[in-house]
Structure formats: C-alpha cells, structure tokens
C-alpha cells in the first residue's frame, strides 16, 4: 500500500499558541520497502507516524492512502481503517497489562469481530512465527523487552495489515533484541511486500534500510530516495470486518470487572443495597395489602355477587324510608338457573335463612339456620371455616353449628368441641327472613313450622352470630314444605359466583338490569387496593432514592476508571478501537455490575424477607414475587447502565494520541 503525503502540517496547541511539530511535510511511501525515519528528538517523528497511521489529524495537507483520503474520513471510519489497515509498533510496547500474550496479539481480531477459536489460533500461530510460542500465557509483566515487543509486532500482525508502523521499538531493548526486530521489519517489507516505516536513533540501521529520511525541526532536512508527490485517484475506504461482537466485549467487560474485584464488589454492593432497599419497602406494602385482603376478607368472598328480590333493599334504609313502591323480584328455581346461566358465571345458588330455636336440657339458645352452598360449588364458594369435624353432607340430617354455640349448647370449655360431635339435638324454625343480605321479602317474615333432629357433625370459627349450617337440599326441602299453596317456591336471595374476581363489576351490573337488587365484596376490596398503591408508591419512591444514590456512585466510579485507564483506552484506540466500542465496553462493565448488585440486592431481600418472617411469626410479612424481584434485577442493571453513559462517553470521546501518551 502507498502512502502519500501532501503538503501535511500538524501543530499542537499549547496554552494560548500552536506549537508546529510538523511543516509543509510531503512525500510517498511505497509498499515494500524499509524506510527509516532519522532526527533528534522533539523532531516530529512521532507524529508523523501518528498522522499516516490514522491515529491523529493534520492541521493541514491530505493523507492519501492508496488513493483514500485519510483526512476527510469520519472518526469510526479512520479507527475502522486503522484496525484493518496498519499495526503499530511503539517503544514502550503498549501492551495490555493484566491479558497474557495470545490475548495481546489476537485484541485487533477482536475489534474486528473474529470468533474466539479463529482468534486464538491466529494469534498463537502470529506468536509462533515471531518465536514466542513458549510464552502465549504469560503476561507482558512476565516476558523480557525483547519478547513484549515481539509480542507487540505479533499483535500489529494479527490483521495482516499492509502497513507496519514502529516507532523507536528497539529503544528499550538491548543491542541483540533491537537487532531481531529490525531483522523482523526487513522480513516484513522484504519477503510479505508490506509498507514498513520505522523510526529509530540507531545509525547501525542505516545501510539495512531501503530509504532514509531525516527529520528536524518538522521539516524533511534528506531523503536519500526523493520521489515525486503523485496525487492517486480518489478511492472510497469500504471497511473489511464489522465491528466487534458484542459478546466479545461483553467478555472484555466481564474479565475487567473481575480484575478490579474489590472496587467491583463495593460498587455492586451500591447497587444492592439500593435494589434490596426497593425491593423489601414494595414487598412489605405488597405484604401488608395481601394480609389484609387475602386474610380479614376471605379470598372465595371476592368473586361473590349477593343478589336479593329487592332492587331498593339498601336505599331503602337510606332515602326511601317509608316507600311503598318497592318492586320485588321473586327468586324462583327458574331464577337461579338463569343467574347461573350468565356468561362468566361458576354457578349460582338459592339461599334462605331461617330463625331458629335449639333446646337441649335446660339450656336453649336461638340461632340463624342457612344452607351451605351445593356440594358442586364448594370449591367456588365460601364455606364456614371449620375447627373440628366436616361439612354437612347432602342426603343426611347433619349440621355444622359455631364453636360459641357448642359451648353454650352442651356445657363445654372452649377447645373440647370436639366431644361435641356425634351429639343430636333437635331444631325448631320459628320464622323465615326473607332476602340473603337479612331483610325481609317486601318487609314480610312468614312464620313456619318445623322441627327437625340433627347430628353435629363441625364445629365451625365463632362468627358475629350463632349460626347452624345445614346442607342445601334440606333449606329448598323446608321452602318446599312452607309454601303457600299455587304458589312457586321462592328463595330469600342467591349467591352469583364469577369465574374470577375481574368479572364481578360487569356481572353485578347485569345482574341490578334484571331487576335485582346486588352487593359485592369487590368494590370494597378495591378501595382498599387503591389505597395501599398509594403506600406502595410511596415505598417505592423512597427505595427509589437509595437507589438513585448507588447510580451516583457507580458514576463517579466509572469516571475514576476512564481517568485512570487512559492509557489502557489509548491501546484499544491505537489498535482501531471505534469510539463506540470504548463506549461499549465501559456501558457493559456498569452493565455488569448493575446486575450482579441487582442479583445480590434481590437475594439480600429475600434473606430479609424470611429472616422477617422467622421473628415476626407472619408468613408473608415481605411479599416477595418473582416479578418484583425481576423487577428489582432489571432497575439495578438499568440504573448502572445510566450512570455509566457520561463515563463510557468520556472514555470513547479520549483522543488515542492523547490517551497513548498519559504516563
Ligand atoms: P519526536 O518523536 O521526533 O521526538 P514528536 O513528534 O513526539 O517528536 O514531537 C514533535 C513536537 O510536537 C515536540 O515539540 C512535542 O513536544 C510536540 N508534541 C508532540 N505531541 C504533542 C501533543 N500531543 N501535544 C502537544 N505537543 C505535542
Ligand atoms: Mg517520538
């Protein structure tokens, strides 16, 4: 490849003036052949070098390589020519620290987007050629000068770049390595064609070299083999490879992160504390509302709609009091199999409650008598919680009577109940209360008359009355056995059960259209609801804030970490590192630890969580589910990712000759 300089000046700012380090600078390179850059110090070799190795500007002139122009290509496009293009020799190596050799020397694969084995085995076979298969596992700390350069020139290989740039390689080495790697450079523009400049203070390789140019003060002072500036025909620069893989930077980020254990493992610990912080004041208001909710109203309770003949039962009591113009809906058989019919319905069923009267000996207490829902929808409805015993069975004259009662009935102590079951007793009903939520049919309670031998089979939890449940079959029996001749039998209310909880609103304003009066537990589950997202939120913001506070944290540590990997940025840069690869490796290093802090905060929770529970004797005191503590995972990742944006941008925005030179 031909490199053709026109007219190139580069000058550098130095507080309020340009400092020139280059001037009016013109000439071509050709393909191989070994030129040699001579001149003192301060010279402007290096940034020469800089220049026709893409990795600066010039403040003026064109930079032709084979006819496309360098200095009019934008920023990922010159590191992307730079990657493809040119490897690069440095004096002081500029290897990365904590890879070992075959890492070094596969970094330019990497870049452009090579799988893992094709990199490996390219770069060992690199190392191999230059005599360093021995050494593919040690660090640069653990090789001499003479191998880390080799190793370096393994990497500037790796490419296969047609040009090969080396800046003094040999002035940190000993006169015998110097001499391998000039001998190398010979090979390279000799035998492989390439176009080697090489700058050196050695005047021992001036007779090996093809051409030798002398620089001073900026300017060419000789050019042993002056050629004429021939400007090429404009080319366009395609890049060969894509840019890196994602997982390979990934990869990159994850080994880093590893390297700086202990500032990874306080920074997550930022991070966690913040996500648990979120996670345990959610849980806990979730826990809260689930007792609430779940515990003081029973779950089966929620899908309930409780329909009565009477449309104006509770505004009556309300506004109409006094009103003659109730309509009453009669709830017949038929009536239930309608309401049991409406789309979303489980199934509906017709209740009655009767007052009755309980001898046995001396003692006589008065109670309610209801039916338990049909054997068919035990699973659907809401049954009396029981302390001893079972359910009443249909077909038999069993019932279920509350543990006060019990007590009451047959002379026991609280939690001998149990003795209880087996007894008989006799019930007598007295009147039937019309409609299920208590009031009565049209105001009317009709006497009735029966009396009935019972066996205890349950004892259920007292509730606010005495209540003896007896099945279904024997209330529509009783119903039957009291009504008034040609006339249909008619229930007090039904029960409607939903499908699900969701429903409920829609069913029970169906429902109140038929003419029916309704109640449901719903609405006022749903204030209650309402009123703990609130408290959740409220939580949440707060959790919200420590959160925050671990995201500053990961930002100022990110940023020390751009500061003080200049150099390490610099490299990647130099080697043809776009700035959005820097930009993604240290996006992904924040990454990283965001979600192992989000991990480590969500475990940290649930710990808590069951710890809480342990002392507290409550179950569910942390209501803890796996999309909270998804939730908890992906904020903490996102939280880092943000905070690490301003750094990762700093970082890629880093000049590679500025960041190169940062000792
Ligand atoms: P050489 O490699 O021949 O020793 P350099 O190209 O490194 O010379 O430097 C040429 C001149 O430009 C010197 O005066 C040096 O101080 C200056 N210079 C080089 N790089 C920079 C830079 N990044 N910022 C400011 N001045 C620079
Ligand atoms: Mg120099």
């Known amino acids: 490849m031909a490199l053709v300089l026109d007219g190139v000046s580069k000058a550098y700012p130095r507080g309020q003036d340009m400092v020139p380090a280059l001037l009016d600078v013109s000439l071509t390179l050709e393909p191989g052949q070994l030129t040699l850059i001579l001149g003192p110090s301060g010279g402007g070799k290096s940034t020469l070098l800089q220049l026709l190795g893409g990795m600066d500007r010039p403040t003026a002139g064109h930079i032709w390589a084979n006819g496309v122009d360098l200095t009019r290509l934008p920023p990922d496009r010159l590191s992307a020519w730079r990657r493809d293009t040119v490897g690069f020799v440095f004096q002081s190596f500029f290897l990365l620290p904590h890879h070992d050799a075959v890492e070094n020397a596969a970094l330019p694969l990497l870049l452009g987007g090579r799988p893992p084995s094709v990199r490996r085995q390219r770069a060992e076979d690199m190392l191999d ?25 393994a990497r500037a290989l790796a490419n296969d770049p047609p040009v090969i740039l080396a800046d003094e390689p040999s002035g940190n080495l000993d006169t015998e390595s110097g001499e391998g790697i000039l001998e190398t450079l010979e090979q390279l523009a000799h035998e492989d064609g390439r176009t080697v400049v090489l700058v050196s203070h050695n005047p021992d390789f001036v007779p090996r070299a093809d051409r030798v140019i002398r620089l001073r003060d900026g300017r060419i002072q000789d050019d042993s083999k002056p050629r004429r500036v021939a400007r090429p025909a404009a080319e366009t620069f395609r890049p060969m490879r894509a840019g890196p893989r994602l997982t390979a930077l990934l990869g990159e980020a994850v080994a880093s992160v590893r390297r700086r254990a202990w500032r990874s493992v306080l920074t ?19 826990g809260l509302e689930h007792r609430v909710v779940t515990g003081t109203l029973q779950q089966a309770s929620l899908n309930t709609v409780i329909v009565s003949p009477s449309q104006s039962s509770h505004a009556l009591s309300l506004t109409q009091v006094g009103s003659s113009s109730t309509v009453v809906h009669p709830i017949t058989a038929q009536s239930v199999v309608r309401l049991a019919r409406l789309s979303g319905v489980v199934g509906a069923y017709g209740t009655a409650q009767f007052l009755g009267q309980i001898a046995q000996g001396s003692r006589s207490i008065s109670l309610v008598v209801q039916g338990l829902p049909p054997r068919s929808l035990w699973h659907h409805a809401t049954l009396p919680s029981l302390l001893f015993g079972h359910l009443a069975i249909p077909g038999r004259s069993q019932a279920v009577l509350d543990q006060a009662s019990v007590d009451a009935l047959f002379g026991l102590t609280k939690g001998q109940e149990r003795r209880a079951l087996g007894r008989r007793f006799t019930v007598r009903l007295s009147t039937e209360l019309g409609g299920a939520t208590g009031s009565s049919v049209a105001g009317v309670s009709r006497r009735v008359e029966n009396a009935v031998t019972l066996t205890l089979v349950g004892v259920a939890k007292p509730g606010f009355s005495s209540v003896l449940d007896v099945s279904a079959e024997r209330v529509t029996r009783w119903l039957e056995e009291n009504r008034a001749p040609h006339q249909p039998l008619m229930y007090g209310g039904a029960i409607v059960l939903a499908r699900h909880v969701s429903l409920v609103k829609g069913l029970a304003a169906k429902i109140h259209r038929m003419g029916y009066g309704v109640t449901t537990t719903a609405s006022i589950i749903q204030s209650i609801q309402s009123a703990f997202s609130i408290l959740e939120t409220g939580l949440g913001i707060l959790g919200g804030i420590a959160l925050v506070q671990s995201g500053l944290m990961i930002g100022v540590v990110m940023g020390m970490a751009v500061l003080e990997r200049r150099r390490e940025i610099g490299i990647w840069r130099a080697v043809g590192a776009r700035r959005r690869d820097i930009f993604v ?43 909270l503590l998804l939730l908890g995972l992906g904020f903490g990742a996102a939280m880092a990712t943000v905070a690490g944006i301003i750094p990762a941008s700093q970082g890629a925005r880093l000049s590679p000759v500025e960041a190169i030179r940062t000792e």
Request: aromatic fraction near 6%; proline fraction near 5%; glycine fraction near 18%.
């Open 585 to 627: 490796l240290f996006l992904a290093e924040a990454l990283v630890i965001g979600a192992v802090g989000g991990a480590v905060g969500d475990l940290t929770a649930l710990g808590f969580g069951s710890l809480g529970a342990l002392v507290f004797h409550v179950p569910a005191l942390f209501y803890l589910p796996p999309a």
């Open 268 to 286: 997550a610990l930022g991070v966690a504390i913040g996500v648990a912080a979120v996670v345990l004041l959610v849980g806990i208001g979730q």
């Open 129 to 153: 050629r230059l005599g360093l298969a021995n050494r593919a596992r040690h660090r640069p700390g653990q090789l001499s000068g003479g191998q880390a350069q080799r190793v370096a020139i």
